[in-house]
T-cell receptor, first 112, second 110 residues
């Protein structure tokens, strides 16, 4: 079983709909991240959390929100999806700020 | 803010040729990490470099961290089809978040 699990793996939604992407981890890490991947743009940080009571904006947080329900769970919401949010989304965890990141399998989101 | 730039964006090689991707930061880094993402997969950690001028090897892969800790490179000797994928560097400056480069997509023709 994967240490970092994302659901769903693929999703097609309509413009204006609210959608939630979920991430859970069994690594016991405090730090969790949401990234967006677009061709040629690498991995851009949307939000990150260092513990259950800590939420921080990344470089592209507009149009997104997150919830850290527990140490093991970090969900990403698009309140009103738009087509330019079509992308591959990755959740990641790390033990500390200078340690490797472990990525989930990714969620491919298409907004039509 | 901190920027990490990676070149080239794409690289096509014949199997057996060497490959190098370069990573440059706008600020001095405390460490740099390298990841590989296979087609259809997720990024997987390869290595972390911390010291100025550090060189680390993993079989055919050689990683370098510049003396000024603002640049890094990944060199693959004699590429194989299993090397196909996108290679990302990710740099972290003191007090800042990890920032990923744009990635280099490597294709290997058999």
């Amino acid at each position: 079983d994967a240490d970092v699990t994302q659901t769903p793996r693929n999703r097609i939604t309509k413009t204006g709909k609210r959608i939630m992407l979920e991430c859970s981890q069994t690594k016991g890490h405090d730090r969790m991240y949401w990234y967006r991947q677009d061709p040629g743009l690498g991995l851009r940080l949307i939000y990150y959390s260092f513990d259950v009571k800590d939420i921080n904006k990344g470089e592209i947080s507009d149009g997104y929100s997150v919830s850290r329900q527990a140490q093991a769970k970090f969900s990403l919401s698009l309140e009103s999806a738009i087509p330019n949010q079509t992308a591959l989304y990755f959740c990641a965890t790390s033990l500390g700020g200078n340690t490797e990141a472990f990525f989930g399998q990714g969620t491919r989101l298409t907004v039509v | 803010g901190q920027q990490v730039m990676q070149i080239p964006q794409y690289q096509h090689v014949q199997e057996g040729e060497d490959f190098t991707t370069y990573c440059n930061s706008s600020t001095t880094l405390s460490n740099i990490q390298w990841y590989k993402q296979r087609p259809g997969g997720h990024p997987v950690f390869l290595i972390q470099l911390v010291k100025s001028g550090e060189v680390k090897k993993q079989k055919r892969l050689t990683f370098q961290f510049g003396e000024a800790k603002k640049n890094s490179s990944l060199h693959i000797t004699a590429t194989q089809t299993t090397d196909v994928g996108t290679y990302f560097c990710a740099g972290k400056a003191s007090g800042s978040r990890l920032t990923f480069g744009e990635g280099t997509q490597l294709t290997v023709n058999p």
